[in-house]
């Protein structure tokens, strides 16, 4: 890079209770070979020793900032980075990851040379001492090409209805803060309806119509760390029916008619999902799961365009059917099943016990 140009480059990071990881975190991102950092690091209400060691980062290197607020959950905490952030382009990172030293510096050289919104690169996986590279290199988006606006909008917004075109994460990513601006000063960028999981994928999903152009580059620029909280249940899984409602509400507004069906699919795959989970760490006995198949149905805005489409499907699945039919015994039981299937299988039970060891040592 023209170390003539030297942008400020926002570096916005959610902490929570992330003393254990945080050391190498930060080490990562004040070693960055790219300077000219802002270092925003706000404090969602931590009660662990994490906010002391962001103050003593602050105390000894003049471009971190520390931020404290009450919990709200990542999105607001990252909401309220952005609000305080004065970088020409934002970079969004989470406090228990880590960047390769290179990753600021190769994303922004990008950004400037392309000229484009946004550019993402790839990610490794760090699960204890392994590490897989390039972890994410199998999206469909291409690499090292300039995509631009009809294509990007008509080709790739499918990413939030279906798997396969590109992460939808905010990591691993550079923005332009113009972009984000404008955006932010429409839509609802940042929601409290999904604090815990998809909060990223929300904001770029809100975001992506705005953007001009994207670019994709074959290097690793983030770290993401794989932990055992991953196999453990988890209570703000019904957070992902909220973003189908959402996710609904736009494809409408935008006659995006390509991705109601896989919207529908993912929303019966996490309906049934979750009833397995409930039943698998017994977090509800039969009547309350049969009560949560009957009040999602009754209450989710999707549920009654869910229903019509697939009533016009042939050769529906079994949960689908299910579903039609109201069959609240017969959901149970494929919930059931889902448990055994997804958790009780001996491969599944040794790798969460891998896990869970190698996470517990490092």
Same mark, same amino acid.
């Given at each position: 890079?023209?170390?003539?140009?030297?942008?400020?480059?926002?570096?916005?990071?959610?902490?929570?209770?992330?003393?254990?990881?945080?050391?190498? #975190?930060?080490? *990562?991102?004040? *070693?960055?070979?790219?300077?000219?950092?802002?270092? $925003?690091?706000?404090?969602?209400?931590?009660?662990?020793?994490?906010?002391?060691?962001?103050?003593?980062?602050?105390?000894?290197?003049?471009?971190?900032?520390?931020?404290?607020?009450?919990?709200?959950?990542?999105? =607001?905490?990252?909401? /309220?980075?952005?609000?305080?952030?004065?970088?020409?382009?934002?970079?969004?990172?989470?406090?228990?990851?880590?960047?390769?030293?290179?990753?600021?510096?190769?994303?922004?050289?990008?950004?400037?040379?392309?000229?484009?919104?946004?550019?993402?690169?790839?990610?490794?996986? &760090?699960?204890? =001492?392994?590490?897989?590279?390039?972890?994410?290199?199998?999206?469909?988006?291409?690499?090292?090409?300039?995509?631009?606006?009809?294509?990007?909008?008509?080709?790739?917004?499918?990413?939030?209805?279906?798997?396969?075109?590109?992460?939808?994460?905010? %990591?691993?990513?550079?923005?332009?803060? #113009?972009?984000?601006?404008?955006?932010?000063? /429409?839509?609802?960028?940042?929601?409290?309806?999904?604090?815990?999981?998809? /909060?990223?994928?929300?904001?770029?999903?809100?975001? =992506?119509?705005?953007?001009?152009?994207?670019?994709? $580059?074959?290097?690793?620029?983030?770290?993401?760390?794989?932990?055992?909280?991953? =196999?453990?249940?988890?209570? @703000?899984?019904?957070?992902?029916?909220?973003? *189908?409602?959402?996710?609904?509400?736009?494809?409408?507004?935008?006659?995006?008619?390509?991705?109601?069906?896989?919207?529908?699919?993912?929303?019966?795959? #996490?309906?049934? @999902? @979750?009833?397995?989970?409930?039943? @698998?760490? &017994?977090?509800?006995?039969?009547?309350?799961?049969?009560?949560?198949?009957?009040?999602?149905?009754?209450?989710? /805005?999707?549920?009654?365009?869910?229903?019509?489409?697939?009533?016009?499907?042939?050769?529906?699945?079994?949960?689908?059917?299910?579903?039609?039919?109201?069959?609240?015994?017969?959901?149970?039981?494929?919930? %059931?099943?889902?448990?055994?299937?997804?958790?009780?299988?001996?491969?599944?039970?040794?790798?969460?016990?891998?896990?869970? $060891?190698?996470?517990?040592?490092?």
């Amino acid at each position: 890079m023209d170390n003539t140009v030297q942008p400020l480059v926002s570096v916005l990071i959610p902490l929570y209770n992330q003393e254990r990881y945080f050391k190498s #975190c930060m080490r *990562s991102v004040v *070693s960055q070979t790219y300077k000219n950092l802002e270092i $925003i690091i706000v404090n969602d209400g931590s009660t662990d020793k994490s906010p002391q060691m962001a103050r003593k980062w602050a105390a000894q290197d003049n471009r971190v900032k520390v931020i404290d607020k009450q919990n709200d959950g990542p999105a =607001f905490a990252r909401r /309220e980075g952005y609000l305080h952030a004065t970088g020409e382009f934002v970079v969004f990172f989470d406090s228990d990851d880590m960047l390769p030293p290179v990753a600021i510096e190769v994303l922004l050289k990008n950004i400037l040379e392309k000229d484009v919104d946004v550019v993402m690169g790839l990610y490794d996986k &760090k699960l204890g =001492f392994i590490t897989q590279h390039k972890a994410d290199r199998g999206y469909a988006f291409p690499f090292n090409q300039v995509v631009t606006q009809p294509e990007l909008f008509d080709k790739y917004y499918l990413g939030f209805f279906n798997n396969g075109l590109f992460p939808a994460s905010a %990591c691993a990513k550079i923005y332009r803060k #113009c972009i984000i601006d404008k955006a932010f000063a /429409e839509v609802e960028l940042y929601t409290r309806d999904i604090r815990f999981m998809g /909060e990223d994928q929300y904001f770029n999903l809100m975001l =992506f119509p705005y953007l001009r152009s994207m670019y994709r $580059i074959d290097e690793s620029v983030y770290i993401y760390r794989y932990g055992g909280g991953t =196999f453990g249940f988890n209570r @703000h899984f019904p957070e992902l029916f909220e973003s *189908s409602d959402k996710r609904l509400k736009l494809l409408d507004k935008f006659n995006y008619t390509q991705g109601y069906k896989p919207l529908f699919a993912e929303y019966v795959a #996490c309906f049934y @999902h @979750h009833a397995a989970q409930l039943i @698998h760490y &017994k977090k509800a006995d039969k009547q309350v799961v049969i009560d949560f198949f009957k009040q999602e149905m009754d209450r989710r /805005e999707l549920m009654p365009r869910l229903m019509e489409h697939y009533s016009q499907q042939e050769n529906n699945k079994r949960t689908v059917k299910l579903l039609l039919a109201r069959d609240f015994e017969g959901m149970y039981q494929f919930a %059931c099943e889902e448990s055994v299937n997804l958790y009780g299988s001996a491969k599944y039970k040794a790798k969460k016990l891998i896990v869970d $060891i190698l996470t517990h040592i490092f």
